[in-house]
């Protein structure tokens, strides 16, 4: 693009009104909305906030916001490569459907996720009877949030890494047979390395989306304070008691890391393309 | 151009072309038949662990006391008001963002102009904020202690706890899907086509009706599809706003919390079945849109249309 030309001329109509509309209804429901937290946060006094964000319990819930994410994301990782991998390279009976059926963490209200995971992964569901001989409980603990938001994440890794495996060419890979590597050192060596950048994209989608879900994490979760409480639910606690300023700090401190998921992922992508994982 | 289907939050993607059937013999360049067999077992049952089992409890639990109850589950008064809420506030968010999303992709995709890449980035916004703090947001905007309060009170006007609330949040949170369906599609269909509509002499509006809107109805539905199950499902955003007034302000997806707060599983997991049928429909129509189009939705966009397409423009005037 011509970087000293505001707009390139065009023939095309309507760019002004369609520009114009674009703005003003992004500026209504998302920029001047959001710019409402931030201006509440700034009218709060740097103390009122430090103490709030640094409260035990707010800390706790930060820390299994974010730590059961990351290890979500990370059981997402390995096991959406390998879901992705099985529906790019075996063809099996009922492929299309399972195909189909990834896409479910998408479309399914995160309340219905949240009461049918419950469900099975309670003391009298079908795992969490199965678990509960072995010592493990799954619901109401915090392998319960980890659970909810392994389901919630899945398709992120999937659905970014299975066009990049789609597009591989098989040259390499025979490239490296004939070269006398086998199966798991090609794989290592030639496949991940190709996958990896939109693995790693995956990864931090399902880890962005992790931290911020909600609906399908408070049925499991239990939400005992200290142990099993999340940040967002911390938000809509100190809302019903109408501290204002404490959920907006709390709602700060979510949103930065939030948008500097976004920019890394952004830059991810950007690194992704230039270094050749699609053409 | 920061843009690819396959690359954004919450991002709705889709299902590639079957690979042509591998010959039995086994190449260098393939696992052990044991092995192939191996993984695919492992992935089944991750998925069933976690994808399929939860599905398929939703129905068992909605059933478990007979067909009769499950019927009267749904037609109590207050499940049937939630689901008059939820039909309404769709009808209200899905529209809305359908025209914004035409209006964006058609400056966005038509148009070069300084500035695209962060607008893009600044559509995508809702995707990467917390469902609770999208609803925070308008309760500070709107809310009897927030900016507007004051003067929405002297003029006796309800958004928080009320529909409008519940709607405006709901558009919030479904605000990118049918822009980033649109925008990649109509940059990879070029300006071209439109070009030679006006040149030869139609109208602004003409052009787009006879001859963008063709080109983009598989991507219109497909937005509009993904847009209407997360309008209908959405939790976080509208429990924040919504009050949680039975009978008025009660959606769906907040009918099933009470009844399950409630401990009467059988009628929340009822509900809930309706929302898990609305699921079904939705991957189903998904699936379809992609077969019809050819697995057409599934193809990115090359990375830079529009530098490619300026480039052929001078290679071959």
């Given at each position: 693009m011509n970087q000293r030309v505001l707009v390139r001329p065009s023939v095309l109509p309507g760019f002004g009104l369609s520009l114009g509309f674009t703005l003003a209804y992004l500026s209504l429901v998302v920029l001047v909305p959001l710019s409402a937290v931030f201006l509440k946060a700034a009218t709060t006094s740097f103390d009122v906030f430090w103490a709030t964000v640094t409260a035990p319990r707010v800390l706790a819930s930060l820390r299994l916001t974010f730590g059961a994410s990351f290890i979500a994301a990370v059981v997402n990782a390995v096991f959406g490569l390998l879901v992705a991998w099985v529906l790019v390279r075996y063809p099996f009976p009922g492929r299309k459907l399972v195909d189909a059926l990834v896409d479910l963490p998408f479309a399914l209200p995160t309340a219905v996720a949240g009461i049918a995971l419950t469900a099975v992964y309670s003391s009298k569901g079908v795992l969490g009877g199965a678990l509960e001989p072995y010592g493990i409980k799954v619901a109401f603990t915090p392998v319960g949030v980890v659970v909810a938001l392994v389901f919630i994440g899945l398709p992120f890794v999937v659905r970014t890494v299975q066009p990049v495996l789609e597009d591989l060419e098989r040259e390499f890979e025979e490239a490296a047979a004939s070269l006398g590597a086998n199966r798991w050192q090609t794989f290592r060596r030639v496949i991940l390395p190709a996958v990896g950048p939109a693995l790693f994209t995956g990864f931090a989608l399902a880890f962005a989306r992790a931290i911020g879900e909600y609906g399908s994490v408070i049925f499991i979760a239990g939400?005992?304070?200290?142990?099993?409480?999340?940040a967002p639910l911390i938000i809509i606690t100190k809302l019903e008691q109408y501290d204002f300023a404490g959920a907006t700090a709390v709602a700060v401190v979510m949103l930065v890391v939030s948008f500097a998921l976004l920019l890394a992922i952004n830059a991810l992508q950007h690194w992704a393309r230039t270094r050749g994982g699609r053409r | 151009m920061s843009w690819g289907r396959a690359m954004t939050i919450d991002g709705a993607m889709s299902i590639g072309d079957p690979l042509p059937a591998t010959p039995s013999r086994r190449l260098p360049t393939e696992e052990a038949l044991w092995l192939r067999w191996t993984l695919v077992t492992v992935a089944i049952a991750f998925l069933a662990l976690f994808l399929f089992l939860p599905l398929a409890a939703v129905f068992h639990q909605a059933l478990r006391k007979g067909w009769d109850a499950y019927v009267a589950a749904l037609v109590d008064p207050d499940a049937l008001s939630a689901i008059r809420l939820t039909l309404l506030v769709a009808a209200i968010a899905v529209p809305a963002n359908l025209i914004f999303g035409v209006a964006a992709a058609w400056a966005i995709a038509k148009f070069d102009f300084r500035g695209k890449s962060v607008l893009v980035t600044l559509i995508d916004l809702p995707f990467s904020v917390s469902p609770v703090i999208s609803g925070l947001v308008f309760v500070l905007l709107f809310?009897?202690?927030?900016?507007f309060g004051p003067e929405l009170r002297e003029h006796d006007i309800k958004i928080i706890f009320a529909v409008p609330g519940i709607a405006l949040a709901t558009i919030f949170v479904t605000f990118p899907f049918v822009a980033r369906e649109l925008i990649p599609l109509m940059q990879a269909q070029g300006t071209e086509e439109e070009e030679a509509a006006i040149v030869l002499g139609a109208s602004g509006w003409q052009t787009f009706r006879r001859v963008t809107l063709p080109n983009i109805k598989w991507g219109l539905l497909y937005g509009a599809i993904l847009c209407n199950a997360r309008a209908m499902g959405e939790f976080g955003a509208v429990s924040v706003v919504s009050?949680?007034?039975?009978?008025?302000?009660?959606t769906m997806p907040l009918y099933v919390e009470i009844l399950y707060n409630e401990y009467q599983f059988q009628a929340a997991f009822a509900v809930a079945s309706l929302l898990a049928l609305l699921a079904l429909v939705t991957l189903a129509l998904k699936s379809f849109i992609e077969w019809r189009t050819g697995g057409g939705m599934d193809v990115l966009p090359p990375e830079e249309p529009q530098a490619e397409l300026e480039f052929r423009r001078r290679v071959s005037p």
């Open positions: 939400n005992i304070p200290l142990v099993s409480e999340i | 809310g009897a202690q927030g900016w009050g949680h007034i039975r009978g008025e302000t009660n």
